[in-house]
């Protein structure tokens, strides 16, 4: 069977309402970590990965993205003109191939397994992997990288996951556990937002998947789910029902779920502290707040 995966699904089509009012007008995925935008970080670990092929499932109002991709050569010649060829060069590296990437429109926010089955004409018949941009994984080697070389060993469908708190599952897709060999958790079955103290672990799925066409199809057969949504968590447990292979993936990385206001600030922090010519200054002035506030108390 065919395991090379060259075509990423970016589902970008929902509402953003934990961010409003700048989501009223500003994409979540254009929203910048220091000075790169969330969707950059996915693009980026998705070339890491070897991905070729980049399928934005789009909607209404995120026009801004659409044109963060094209090449801007009014910009580029005035860099070129003023000799700021640093600043061409990390202009430069944003811009993708023509051919290499396709927006889709999902009508309605029906839900993330929803808006995944939007591009299933642009799949066909190969295995494709799926990014949440708000899930921003920092790590030495990209989180979407190690799942591919899993991958090749074990086929089937596989989701990223991490240990969260049982305060927290009621948040997440959660993995029923078979087994576990390392990073690699074999799955006997997956809940969508289970009811707090009903899940069945604590490890919960983040937002990278590598998947099969067999899901695709599946979620033009799966009821709505939590929520009232399609969910792509029902349409990869329907392969455990089926008696197909589903792993969890625990990648080695630092997650921030850049889809919360807390999550987001966390990693601009973290970004910022990660960056040479930030750090310093960055680091006395969190270390005068962080002064402040104890005098305070
Ligand atoms: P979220 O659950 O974070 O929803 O979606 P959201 O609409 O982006 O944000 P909030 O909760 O209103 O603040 C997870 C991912 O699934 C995509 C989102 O764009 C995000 O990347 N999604 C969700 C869709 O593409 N379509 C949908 O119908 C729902």
Redesign the pocket.
């Known amino acids: 069977m065919n395991r090379k995966v060259s075509k990423a699904i ?11 009012p700048a ?1 009223k007008s500003v994409p ?2 254009i929203m910048t970590l220091v000075d790169r935008p969330l969707i950059q970080y996915a693009i980026d670990e998705a070339r890491a990965a070897g991905i070729e092929d980049f399928i934005f ?3 209404r109002g995120k026009s801004a993205l659409e044109d963060y991709f094209d090449c801007a050569p009014d910009l580029e010649a005035a860099l070129e003109a003023s000799g700021k060829t640093e600043l061409l060069k990390i202009l430069r590296s944003t811009n993708m191939e023509s051919g290499t990437i396709a927006y889709l429109r ?1 009508h ?5 397994g ?3 089955s939007c591009a299933r004409k642009l799949i066909g018949d190969e295995p494709f992997a799926v990014i ?3 899930d921003v994984i920092a790590g030495e080697t990209p989180c979407l990288q190690q799942m591919v070389e899993a991958y090749q060993e074990t086929g089937g469908a596989m989701v990223a996951t991490m240990e969260v708190s049982p305060a927290q599952t009621s948040s997440y897709g959660v993995l029923d556990i078979k087994s576990q060999d390392g990073p690699i958790v074999s799955v006997k079955g997956m809940v969508e937002k289970p009811a707090p103290g009903t899940a069945p672990s604590n490890l919960a799925v983040i ?1 990278r998947y590598i998947l099969t066409p067999q899901v695709l199809a599946n979620l033009d057969t799966i009821e709505r789910g939590a929520g009232g ?2 969910q792509l968590t029902d349409a990869i447990a329907e392969e455990i029902r089926t008696g197909r292979d589903v792993f969890g993936y625990r990648f080695t990385g630092q997650r921030y779920d850049c ?2 206001k807390a999550g987001f600030l966390q990693a601009t922090v973290a970004f910022a502290l990660a960056r040479d010519e930030l750090r310093e200054e960055f680091a006395d002035f969190l270390a005068e707040m962080h002064a402040v506030r104890q005098a305070a108390q």
Do not use: C, M, N, Y
């Open positions: 970016f589902p970008v089509a929902g509402l953003g309402t934990r961010f409003l989501t979540k995925e499932v789009t909607s999902q309605k926010a029906l839900g993330l929803h808006a995944v949440l941009p708000d937002g949504e399609i889809g919360s």
